[in-house]
Structure formats: structure tokens, C-alpha cells
């Protein structure tokens, strides 16, 4: 099968030089993963992400099999994803002169600016229509909810969103509330399944080197440093946990740390709550650096507002690591509270603090959530079943496709 995956700000080529800036997380990683298992198992797949950097050549090879096409839309330089909304016209045309003669069987967007140009694209190519599938990996309108006024998306992202439901030919969730808050908006039922998110389970793994570690029992936060994701409430915490330190993971470069807004905004919650020799801010952490520093925690805490998936909970998982985390979004669905990890609710340091105090009391049961991650993630969430998933949907949109053509 010949498959586009159009992803046009999270580029797979950012999963291997390190995550946690602003729109660098998740979906790229997502992407990746995905785009290599496609290839490892026989498909030919191109990702379409859009040029940020003059250097790389036009065409990157990541993995057997797969191709990453950087797409010129706009200036060849990083900008927000929230800014690019006036370039996806351009990226459109950029797929429909890359499909005309060549289309591929199915077009999979990531993000729904990537669903904007990619449905441009099926409709304009002309010789027949390409099917389309739909993974927004976060919602305008759960955006919108918890964060009001400090929510940076385009006007009528919403109405955007929920048109794009109605032009795929399917559209995938990655867990149950999304499905929910889909349908809340008019995208048709019938037309979602929820396709979660894999793990690397050659990479995550519970044995392995780790990142040395005092006699102080260790919280570790691996995350991208903006105000939803929470590590402000895993300070606070913090602060009723004696004797424990927080490593925080993400965000710039060590030596970037210092002029980073949230970084100081973060400093100042912990002197405030008197923990500041006990959070450390390590930056920016490489992919392959991210398994030892999971395996080096005692507990792994993940406390966003809200979250359309959530991979660190299972990357934890996956190495061993039980995880405290908010009960929103995936987490409800990767998570199984009180088997392996603990569920709390968001922005409520002193709950947080209560359960991390009580499994750092019991060893015994951290060794059994452990366990008990690493067996779910195994059965669950390996890139081969995901991929398997990910390929039953595309054929059902073929099958779509061609009913209505």
C-alpha cells in the first residue's frame, strides 16, 4: 500500500534529536513510530511536514521504506503551529502537484491544519479521489475549555474541526473521550475508531541502564513546558513530600534553561514553596536518554489539565515505572487506577502529594504496578498491533471511497 501521512508542524525527524519544546511532543514521536512500522512491514510511506529549516534536503529517508518530504508553505523557519493556519493553502497545492501523477491508496492527516490541506488535496487531484483519515490528536474545542482566554488557535478551529469529520472517509481516535467529545460535536459515530497510541518496546523496557540516583526518592516529570501539561502542580506537591526530588524533563536546551519563560515561572513556584533545592530542570532530553531517566524514577508523575493521549504515562509504563497521574483524556484510558498507577484529578497538589506519599511508602506496591504497566503496555500498545489497527481503518476508508465514488 502506498501511504501519505501529512503532518505539517510535528516533523518524525524532531523524535530523534529531542522533545519538550513548545510544538515539539507527542505527534511527532506519534508519526514517527507509526511511519517506521508501516514501512517495516512492507508499505510505502512519505510524511509531508512543512520546511522550518533551510538545511535538510527536499527528501529524508527515516526508516526502511519511509520518506519524509519537507513541503515549502511559508518562510523556512520555525513559527508557531497556531500561526501557520495561512500557509496550508500552499502546503494543498504542494500535495495536489505531489499526487496528480502519483496519487497514493490513502491519505492520513495528522492535526487538523494537516486534515485543511489534505482534504484541499483528495478533492483537487482530479483522476479520482484519495481516501481520507482524520487524527486530530488534540480538539479545539477541549483547548478552548481549559484554557479561555489564553487559547492561541485560529477563530473557528472548531467549526473546522468538525467539517473535517464529515469529509474523511474515517477519522481516528486515540482513546474513548475523545470519541465522546467528537460525537458531541457532530462528527458522525459511525465514522470513529479509537486507534490508541504505541510504545517502543525495544526501547522501553524495564531493564536497561538508568540515570544514577542519591538515596532520595525520585519523581520524575518528562514533559513539554507549557502551562497545561501541570509540572507546576507536581512542584507544589512536592513541597508536602519530604525528602523526595522532582527531576523535570523538557522544555530548551540545558544551557537555554535560564531565559526560558516557564522555566522561570516554574523556579518561582518552587522557591515559593520553599522545594527549590529539590527540583532540578534538565532540559531538553534525547529520545534515547528518555528510557534511562524513566527507569531512574521511583514514581513518574504526569498532571496536565487536559490530554488527548498522554505517551509518557505509558513510555513509564512500559519501563516498569508506576505513574500518578491526572484522570483526563487518555490517561483513563492507558492508566487502569490502583493496578498500575494512580489517578488524581488535576490542579490538586494536595491529593497528588497524599497518593506519591503513599506509594513511596509501599515498595511492594510499586513493584506490582510496575509489573502490572509493563504486561499492559506489552499487550496492548506495541507498534506492531497499533499499526495492524491503523492499516484495518485505512482499508474500511478504501472501501468508502470507493462505494461513493
Known amino acids: 500500500m502506498k501511504i501519505a501521512l501529512v503532518s505539517e508542524h510535528a516533523s518524525p525527524l524532531a523524535a530523534r534529536n529531542g522533545l519538550g519544546t513548545a510544538d515539539a511532543g507527542g505527534q511527532n514521536v506519534f508519526v514517527a513510530d507509526l511511519a517506521a512500522r508501516l514501512g517495516a512491514l512492507g508499505h510505502h510511506v512519505t510524511v509531508y511536514t512543512r520546511r522550518d529549516d533551510p538545511r535538510p534536503p527536499d527528501r ?3 526508516a526502511p521504506g519511509v520518506t519524509v518530504e519537507h513541503v515549502p508553505a511559508g518562510p523556512a523557519e520555525a513559527i508557531p503551529k497556531d500561526e501557520l493556519l495561512p500557509l496550508m493553502p500552499d502546503f494543498g497545492r504542494h500535495l495536489e502537484r505531489s499526487w496528480a501523477e502519483d496519487p497514493p491508496d490513502v491519505a492520513h492527516a495528522h ?3 494537516s486534515g485543511l490541506a489534505t482534504a484541499q488535496a483528495v478533492e483537487n487531484v482530479g483522476r479520482r479521489r484519495i481516501p481520507m483519515v482524520q487524527t486530530y490528536h488534540a480538539l479545539g474545542t477541549v483547548k478552548r475549555r481549559h484554557q479561555r482566554e489564553k487559547d492561541t488557535s485560529p477563530p473557528g478551529r472548531p467549526q473546522l474541526e468538525r467539517a473535517l469529520g464529515h469529509t474523511a472517509e474515517a477519522v481516528i481516535a486515540t482513546c474513548a473521550d475523545e470519541t465522546e467529545e467528537l460525537v458531541r460535536m457532530g462528527v458522525p459515530r ?7 497510541c504505541g510504545v517502543d518496546l525495544a526501547v522501553f523496557r524495564p531493564d536497561g541502564p538508568r540515570i544514577a540516583k542519591g538515596r532520595r526518592p525520585r519523581l520524575v516529570a518528562l514533559s513539554r513546558l507549557v502551562e497545561r501539561k501541570g509540572v507546576d502542580t507536581a512542584i507544589r506537591a512536592l513541597a508536602r513530600v519530604p525528602g ?8 530548551p536546551r540545558r544551557e537555554d534553561l535560564d531565559g526560558d519563560p516557564e522555566v522561570r515561572r516554574l523556579r518561582a ?7 527549590a533545592d529539590r527540583v532540578r530542570f534538565l532540559g531538553r532530553v534525547g529520545r534515547a536518554q528518555a528510557p534511562r531517566l524513566l527507569r531512574s524514577a521511583d514514581l513518574v508523575v504526569a498532571l496536565p489539565w487536559y490530554e488527548p493521549f498522554g505517551m509518557v504515562p505509558l513510555e513509564a509504563m512500559a519501563c516498569g515505572v508506576p505513574v500518578v497521574a491526572t484522570a483526563v483524556g487518555g490517561h483513563l484510558d492507558t492508566i487502569i487506577d490502583g493496578v498500575t498507577g494512580v489517578h488524581v484529578a488535576p490542579r490538586t497538589p494536595e491529593q497528588t502529594a497524599r497518593v506519591i506519599r503513599a506509594l513511596l511508602a509501599d515498595p511492594t506496591r510499586r513493584a506490582a504496578m510496575g509489573f502490572a504497566g509493563s504486561d499492559r503496555a506489552r499487550s496492548r500498545y506495541s507498534w506492531d498491533r497499533i499499526a495492524q489497527e491503523t492499516l484495518t481503518v485505512y482499508r474500511r476508508a478504501m472501501t468508502r471511497s470507493e462505494v461513493l465514488a
Do not use: K, N
Open 60 to 62: 529524508v529517508r527515516l
Open 190 to 196: 459511525d465514522r470513529i475508531t479509537v486507534v490508541p
Open 269 to 275: 513556584v518552587a522557591a515559593e514553596c520553599g522545594v
Open 244 to 251: 523526595a526530588e522532582l527531576l523535570v524533563a523538557g522544555g
Open 111 to 113: 492535526f487538523w491544519m
